[in-house]
């Protein structure tokens, strides 16, 4: 959860008297529940990635299982589309990550320590009751620090429906203020454990370096100071924010997302970025010892705030916001901002590099066959609905050209592998539309791409390098093979539409 400081009247209106706050508040925030839906243009609004109702979305929360069913918190301002705003928790559940059903705002603004922000956070399940975690911010115009940020515990026992614990917060922090937030909790053994960013200032360098802190506790309410997991040598940003710490396949990984990073040839070209550092981790001692450098998740230019899951199926899945800071998209216009990505599985290779790939329920939101066989060079084949599934698979040794096109021609992506270089490119053209990087296929090249009403998603090769970014047609979107780019094989399938505006639908 990015810090912003609010418009004045956010600030008077979130520092009147709790008692009457809280009365006019609840009042405001029933007419613009999401069973009330506000006007919003759907041109733009996906077809199965999880978006808002309508309002702002950002970070994914709360990523669990609860009764079988998948349920994602995300940050959420129902009242405007345009900022970020007072955070509050919008919520939505799924039986296959696909299928979303918009659920009522799970938690408000509306005590002392989180009145201007119900920040990121986690949650565990246990015993039938779904325990989230989550930073309270309290801002204070015109001093400094202008804000504090502590940790808090809410409970629900349906799913549904949440109750902030009496004695919160249960991490004050003081020693680590301003900046401390997007609490990741797991438990191993009998121990909770928890992972949260944070910034601090590094004395002998008299510099702001982001670092990753872990807590520890017996019983999930009280904690303590367990070592500090990494912090930045000064090359890694300002802040580390929203981190998260698992293991995979026999490592252990620090996936974050690092603000202040200066680009770096085609390294880092996003306002912030998100990857990871593998290592080892000795739960007797809480160190980690790292093993590679910071490696970036995603190569495309809307990808942020990532959060992991062990599902059931003892899967690890990974969701992100599919945006980012500081962007003025068309979409905000239309009365909802913001989406979540594919959900995607990872694991490690023999490099100690992230895979990804798209969650096999994807198979869900796949509508009738478009095109199946080998293709000429200039194909071209039509997405009438400006979604679709793209499978390709052709020669290592060959250039691959493929432009996404629509009656905008601003909206247009082009997507090439030159063998010569061992380099893959996503440009979708303007000033910063350009994202590149290293890579060569193992055996033949294959890519993945999935299109939706204003995104595209790319897999290469088996997952070992993604893009994910926005981009906004107007009208059937045209896949459009380049003229020296014949492929063995192309197929294409239209994706159905599984997420809804109106819950009617």
Known sequence: MQFNNWQPLQWFLTCWPLKKKKKSLVAQYKTNDIRALAAVDDRYYPRYHLAPPHGWMNDPNGFSEYNDEYHLFYQFNPN???????????????????????????????????????????????????????T????????NPDHQQ??????????????????????????????????????????????????????ESNSTRGRALLFT?????????????????????????????????GRFVLLFSPQGIAPSGDKYRNLYQTGYIVGDFDYETNIFTPKTEFVELD????????????????????????????????????????????????????NN???????????????????????????????????????????????????????????????????RKGQVTLDRGGKDGIRRTKWRPKGKLNLKAYID?????????????????????DGPVKLRLGKSSPVESLQVYDMKRTVFLNQDN
């Open 299 to 350: 190569h495309g230019h809307d990808y942020y705030a990532t959060q992991t899951i062990l599902d059931s199926l003892d899967r690890r899945i990974v969701i992100a916001w599919f945006d980012m800071w500081d962007q003025k998209y068309p979409e905000e216009g239309d009365g909802w901002t913001g989406q979540m990505t594919i959900p995607r599985i990872l694991s490690l290779d023999e």
């Open 353 to 419: 590099r992230i895979v990804q790939k798209p969650i096999k329920e994807i198979s869900s939101a796949r509508g009738r066959s478009i095109y199946s066989g080998k293709a000429r060079a200039g194909t071209v084949v039509i997405l009438k609905d400006k979604s679709g599934e793209i499978s390709i698979t052709t020669p290592k040794n060959r250039d691959l050209n493929l432009s996404i096109e629509s009656t905008n021609a601003e909206s247009r992506v082009l997507i090439s592998y030159n063998y």
């Open 150 to 203: 502590h940790q808090a515990l809410a409970i629900s026992t349906d799913g549904e429906t949440v109750t902030k614990l009496i004695k919160n917060p249960i991490i004050n922090g003081s020693e680590y203020q301003p900046d401390l937030r997007d609490p990741k909790v797991w438990k191993h053994d009998d121990t909770y454990y928890m992972v949260l960013g944070n910034s601090f200032h590094h004395s």
């Open 453 to 473: 009403a204003s995104s595209i998603e790319l897999f290469f090769g088996d997952g070992e390098v993604t893009f994910s970014s926005r981009f906004f047609p």
């Open 136 to 143: 309270g911010n309290i801002n204070f115009p015109g001093q």
């Open 80 to 134: 405007s589309s345009l900022e970020p705003g007072i955070a509050h928790w919008g919520h939505a559940k799924s039986k296959d990550l696909f299928h979303w059903e918009h659920l009522p705002i799970a938690m408000y603004p509306d005590q002392w320590y989180d009145r201007t922000g119900v920040f990121s956070g986690s949650a565990i399940v246990e015993d039938d009751k779904m325990y989230l975690f989550y």
């Open 217 to 249: 506790s017996p019983d999930r309410e009280n904690w303590s100071f367990a070592s500090v997991l990494d912090e930045s040598d000064g090359s890694l940003g300002y802040m580390w924010e929203c981190p998260d710490f698992f293991e995979l396949d």
